[in-house]
């Protein structure tokens, strides 16, 4: 911390919006991994498997 405060041109109101908008980051890339696995998972127990005798085979 004392190292990025030692840094010209960077004040601590800058390095405390650089923290929030990493901190943002990691949030939204979080909620993006949640919504992924949620939609593998819903498409994985969605699939159609020829032969399985739990699904319904389609009208001809």
């Known amino acids: 911390m004392q190292k990025a405060m030692d840094l010209d041109g960077l004040d601590l109101c800058k390095l405390l919006e ?3 908008s990493a901190t943002n ?4 890339v ?3 991994e949640l919504v992924l696995k949620d939609k593998l998972e819903f498409i ?4 159609y498997v020829p032969g ?3 699904c319904p085979s389609p009208a001809q």
Request: glycine share 0%; net charge negative.
């Open 30 to 32: 979080a909620n993006l």
């Open 44 to 47: 994985s127990n969605n699939l």
């Open 52 to 54: 399985d005798s739990s």
């Open 18 to 20: 650089v923290n929030d």
């Open 25 to 28: 980051m990691v949030h939204a």
